[in-house]
Every structure is written in structure tokens, then in C-alpha cells.
């Protein structure tokens, strides 16, 4: 079942889509059917946590099967004009075309247009220049016949002149259902290898292929209610009608998806760094050491610097968790306009933020199993490079955290009043005052930069004196956001020892960015001298109650045991431990060769 890891990259990009097609099997078996997956954000989300640490390219196909695909379509307002039934059933496999080689975060300048034939009723789908192929789509013949939503311009002839319509979406079939032979018209090559998810990326590009007039999707407004809904779109006849919006309104229509998306990009990351820790921790107790200039050995766990990094790694992952928690039940319950703005903001900062995080978590694990870290059997490394992935699909990480840092610097962040003074160390509710304090010292500290000085050169504007300190804001108040999950978690506990330990990795969690951040916080009176000098003395504290009982909260993750077998880092044999198929001849695993 887990000997992909090693197998040759075509192997295990046909492997992924198998275990595609085994998966889709279980949803139509099981009550919750491909259609509802691609509807329930809870549901799709945690596809990606349990899928991420088994078969990274395997999260990545799904993905963009269920959510860009099978989510923007059946979401579409039309969508009973199309037949779902072969995607529901895998007989095509979807795709999402929309990023071009010219065009990545600069996607809404793209150039593929559809042009309308108004007589034969009719689109013509083009690529105009190389430089407008689509970029990194899985759209190669691996895995099956697929088929894919590509955006274009809609092109209308209008008073004998050609009228820009705005970016939308047109489903296109992309091979043969028989033959699995790419379709007339179109090109696909494959992008040289990334060190990424094993996934055939690839680039498209269109010849005049002609489409039927019901290609194109109908705009659905997101998740506008029904009564909302207004008629807009393209009669057969050619007469455009938009009550929907500008044409950047329009755009982020076709793209709705991709704040889910987000949700499911952090989600992988959440699993995966939950996998990481369990075999990291659970590794630094059965892997032995020399203890210092003692005699004999001891485990890794038992020296400071190993269990300390591992221990705010820990809390990270913890933070992480609950924080995506918290971002996927806001989206649900979103309703309104407004309440959509916001749940989409907090996707950018909870996708950016857990993503980024994810990345160092599962380089301090990796790091902390030595040479055992580096390979593919033992998952961590594979997962930490298809991580990457998800750092940059689905929103830049970059980009969307400085568009909603800014946003937020513009009047979306809540300024809560501060009481004046320094804080206690002591009690949860202050520490977590002061990651508030730090996020407020961050909008403050960005407002300050949008006000115009006079005599003052601003080279690229308003905006780029801005942006640093907007993304500090984005980020410290995920910290803040973070953190409030894991205090809630605690005060909900019902188990004493687990409210205690929550407690403490509340504390830890804090305390380190606290640390952190110490001058900004002592420069606004927050904390004093000596609070800052005691700071790293109050984190040894917390490591010291912490560390002895980290294996309850390890396990508290419920990462497969199945999965873990499967590492042979986690055999307490040392000496199986160099040979990856002893670890698959275990109980349970006979017969499990892939
Ligand atoms: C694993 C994976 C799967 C993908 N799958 C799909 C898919 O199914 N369909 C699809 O259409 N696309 C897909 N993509 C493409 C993805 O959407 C783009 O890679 C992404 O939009 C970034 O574009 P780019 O790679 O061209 O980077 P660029 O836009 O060239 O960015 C390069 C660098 O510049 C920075 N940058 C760019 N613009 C700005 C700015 N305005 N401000 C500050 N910094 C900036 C970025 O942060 C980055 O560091 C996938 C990508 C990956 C990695």
C-alpha cells in the first residue's frame, strides 16, 4: 500500500490516479457522494488531511478533481445543462485551466480566448501565443481521459467590431473517452520533473477548437442564495447580458473555488505536519544517544535542544490545526456578502500562515531524525517538498497575505482596546492579551506608513511602503487567532490532565512569540525589562512540565498506525530500520505490496 514512495515518478503518477479511482469508488459506495464532497468544505478538507500524508499527488489530483473541477460545475448556475455523471464516475477525470505560462499571479490578464460563431452557435477556443499556453495543469494522458474547465475571454462580435466579455469558464473534453488519445486541436506537453508531488503537470494550448454553445458556464455568484441570483449570461443568439458585475467581479466568479481551495491546500499541510510529529517525537523516544560525558546512552528525547524544538513544533502544529479548524467553520457559516469577504480574508492569512509554518515544522522534524529523515519510505521529506506545492497554488502565499494584510491595515482589522501597562506573565488570558498587542503593534505600525510624509521619496507608491508591515499584521494575528483556538480547546476540556496540557501549549505557543517580539512589545509598554529577561527562563519552565508527557499528546493527533508501520523509522528493531521492505512484512501488512 506504501511502496509508492521509492517507485519511478510514471509509476507513482499512475498510482496516484488509481488510488483516485479506488477513493471515488468508496464515495459512491459510502453517504456522501463525489457531488456532496465537492459542496461540504468539512468533508473536502479532511480528504486532504488523511490523503497528504499517504500520497501527496494523490491530494493534489483530488483536489482539483472535487473541489476546481467538480465544485465550480456543479455550483454553476446552469449545471443542469451538463450530463455530471462521468465525472461523478471517473469515466473523465476533471482538470482547471486557468494559470498561463505569461500569466501566474498576473492570472487575470490572460489571453485564451473563446470566441463566440454566433451562426453555427458555437465557440472558438484559441491559445494566441506560446506565451498563453496553461500553465501546469495535470492535462496529460496518465491517469486517464479527462476533461477541463479552461478560462478564456469571451469574444463577441459586436456592431462588426470584436467585444472583450470578460474572463469565464468553458468545459472542454480533452481526449478521446475510447482511445484516451488527446482530442483535435489541442496540444499538451509535459513540464520537466518538479521535486514536488509526483503529478504530470503540463502545458495546454488550444488550435480554434470548437466548442458547443452550452460550454460555456454560467456565472454562478459564488454562493449567492437562490434569491440573489439574477439572469446574466450569453443567448444562443449571441446577446450578452451582465447583471452580474465588472469584469474583475466576473473573474473571481469564474475563480470561487479557489478560496476553497486555500482551505484545502492548509488542510494538507495540517496533516502533514501532524504525521511529521508523530514520527519525529515518537522516534527521539526509541532512537539512543551518547549522554553528553555521562556514561551509557540515552533517548534523543532526553536532551533539551531536541525535545525543545521539537516541543514548539508541536504547539505550532496544535495552533495549526485549530486555527484551520476555525477558517473552514467560518466559511461554512458565511452567508452574506460581507460575511463572505471576511471568510475569504481569513483563508488568504489561515492558507499563508499554515502553509509557512507547515514548511518549518516539517523541516525541524526532518532535521531531527537525521539521515533517516532524507528518506522517501519514512514520508517526511517527500511530504515537506510537495508542501511546497501548496505554498504556491491556490493564491501565492505571498501575494495573498500582503493583499490581506492590507486589507486589513485598510479597515477590516478589529481594533480591540488595550489596557495601558505591562502585562503579567502568568495567566493564559495575558498572554494571549499580548499576541493581541503585537498584532495591533503591527496595524498601527502599518497605518503609520500609509500616512503621506512630506518631503518623503515613496519609490512604487502608497502600497509598497505599506506592505511589510501588512504582512507582520497578517501574521501576527493568525499567531493571536492561533493561539485563542488552543486557549478555547483548553477551556473546553473536559479530561483535567488534557486541560492542563492544553494550557501548557498555549503557554509555550505564546511564549515564544512573545519572545520573539519582545523590543516591540517592551517599546510600547507592554512588558518590562526584566519580564523581557525572564522570558526564555518562563519557556524552560513550560518545556520541563510539557516534555514528559508528549506522547499523549501525540497520540492524541490519531495519525494512521497503519500509515506509521509502514516507516521503517518506526520499528523498534534498530536494525530493521535500514531495510524499508521488512517494515511491509509486518502483521497487517501481507498482500499490501502497494
Ligand atoms: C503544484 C501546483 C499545482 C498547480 N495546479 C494548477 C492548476 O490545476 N490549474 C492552474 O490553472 N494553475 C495551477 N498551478 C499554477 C499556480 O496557480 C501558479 O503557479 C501560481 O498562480 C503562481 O504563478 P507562477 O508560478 O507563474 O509565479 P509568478 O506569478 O511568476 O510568481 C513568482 C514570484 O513572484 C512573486 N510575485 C508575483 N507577483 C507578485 C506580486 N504582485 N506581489 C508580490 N510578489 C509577487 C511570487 O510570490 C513568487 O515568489 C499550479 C501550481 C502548482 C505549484
Given at each position: 500500500m506504501f511502496h509508492h514512495r521509492e517507485l519511478p515518478l510514471e509509476e507513482r503518477m499512475e498510482l496516484s490516479y488509481e488510488r483516485l479511482r479506488h477513493l471515488n469508488k468508496h464515495l459512491l459506495d459510502g453517504p456522501h457522494s463525489p457531488a456532496a464532497i465537492a459542496q461540504d468544505p468539512s468533508l473536502l478538507t479532511a480528504l486532504h488531511e488523511w490523503a497528504g500524508p499517504v500520497d501527496p499527488g494523490l491530494s493534489t489530483i483530488l483536489s482539483i478533481h472535487y473541489n476546481l473541477f467538480l465544485g465550480t460545475l456543479t455550483n454553476a448556475e446552469d449545471v443542469h445543462r451538463h450530463d455530471l455523471d462521468p465525472y461523478l464516475n471517473l469515466d473523465r477525470i476533471g482538470v482547471f485551466l486557468c494559470t498561463e505560462l505569461l500569466h501566474g499571479?498576473?492570472?487575470?490578464?490572460?489571453e485564451t480566448r473563446a470566441t463566440y460563431d454566433r451562426a453555427a452557435r458555437e465557440y472558438v477556443l484559441h491559445t494566441?501565443?506560446?506565451?498563453a499556453r496553461k500553465f501546469m495543469?495535470?492535462?496529460?494522458e496518465v491517469g486517464g481521459p479527462k476533461a477541463a474547465l479552461v478560462a478564456a475571454r469571451l469574444i463577441i462580435e459586436r456592431d462588426g467590431r470584436a467585444q472583450d466579455e470578460g474572463v469565464h469558464l468553458f468545459l472542454v473534453p480533452?481526449?478521446?473517452?475510447?482511445?484516451?488519445e488527446t482530442l483535435e486541436g489541442i496540444t499538451i506537453e509535459r513540464l520537466p520533473q518538479t521535486g514536488s508531488a509526483a503529478v504530470d503537470h503540463c502545458l495546454t494550448s488550444f488550435d480554434n477548437v470548437r466548442l458547443p454553445y452550452e460550454a460555456m458556464l454560467q456565472p454562478s455568484?459564488?454562493?449567492?442564495t437562490a434569491d440573489e441570483i439574477t439572469p446574466h449570461g450569453l443567448t444562443p443568439d449571441g446577446v450578452y447580458t451582465n447583471t452580474f458585475g465588472g469584469a474583475l467581479k466576473r473573474f473571481l466568479d469564474a475563480l470561487a473555488r479557489v478560496t476553497p481551495g486555500k482551505l484545502c491546500m492548509e488542510a494538507y499541510h495540517v496533516g502533514t505536519m501532524r504525521h511529521a510529529l508523530t514520527v519525529a517525537i515518537r522516534y527521539a523516544h526509541i532512537r539512543h544517544t551518547f549522554n553528553g560525558v555521562r556514561p551509557g546512552s540515552v533517548p534523543l528525547w532526553h536532551h533539551r535542544s531536541h525535545n525543545a524544538s521539537l516541543l514548539g513544533a508541536l504547539a505550532t502544529g496544535i495552533g495549526a490545526t485549530l486555527l484551520h479548524r476555525h477558517a473552514v467553520q467560518t466559511w461554512e457559516q458565511a452567508a452574506t456578502e460581507e460575511e463572505r469577504d471576511i471568510a475569504e480574508r481569513l483563508a488568504a492569512i489561515t492558507k499563508s500562515w499554515i502553509t509557512w509554518r507547515g514548511r518549518e515544522v516539517m523541516l525541524e522534524c526532518r532535521e531531527r531524525c537525521g539521515a533517516q529523515g532524507l528518506f522517501l519510505a519514512n514520508g517526511i521529506v517527500a511530504q515537506l517538498q510537495a508542501g511546497e506545492g501548496a505554498i504556491t497554488a491556490e493564491g501565492d502565499n505571498a501575494v495573498i497575505s500582503d493583499i490581506a494584510g492590507m486589507e486589513l491595515v485598510m479597515g477590516?482589522?478589529?481594533r480591540k482596546e488595550l489596557r495601558p501597562g505591562p502585562r503579567d506573565l502568568e495567566t493564559p488570558e495575558s498572554v494571549q492579551d499580548l499576541l493581541g498587542a503585537l498584532a495591533r503593534i503591527w496595524c498601527d505600525r502599518a497605518s503609520e506608513r500609509l500616512r503621506p510624509r512630506h518631503n518623503t521619496p515613496r519609490p512604487g507608491g502608497l502600497l509598497n511602503r505599506t506592505m511589510l508591515p501588512a504582512r507582520k499584521l497578517a501574521t501576527t494575528y493568525a499567531d493571536y487567532l492561533a493561539a485563542e483556538g488552543i486557549l478555547t480547546a483548553a477551556q473546553q476540556a473536559t479530561d483535567p490532565e488534557a486541560r492542563r496540557l492544553l494550557y501548557l501549549v498555549h503557554r509555550l505557543f505564546a511564549l515564544h512569540r512573545i519572545d520573539a517580539q519582545s523590543g516591540a512589545l517592551q517599546a510600547k509598554g507592554y512588558l518590562e525589562e526584566d519580564q523581557v529577561d525572564m522570558l526564555h527562563n518562563l519557556i524552560e519552565d513550560v518545556l520541563d512540565e510539557l516534555a514528559p508527557h508528549v506522547l499523549l499528546l501525540v497520540n492524541a493527533q490519531s495519525v494512521s498506525e497503519t500509515l506509521l508501520l509502514s516507516h521503517p523509522i518506526m520499528n523498534t528493531d534498530p536494525e530493521r530500520r535500514a531495510q524499508p521492505a521488512l517494515a511491509l512484512t509486518g502483521p497487517g501488512f501481507e498482500g499490501q505490496a502497494r
Open positions: 499571479n498576473s492570472v487575470k490578464e490572460l494566441p501565443r506560446p506565451g495543469p495535470n492535462t496529460s480533452l481526449h478521446d473517452p475510447v482511445s484516451g455568484g459564488g454562493q449567492r477590516h482589522f478589529e
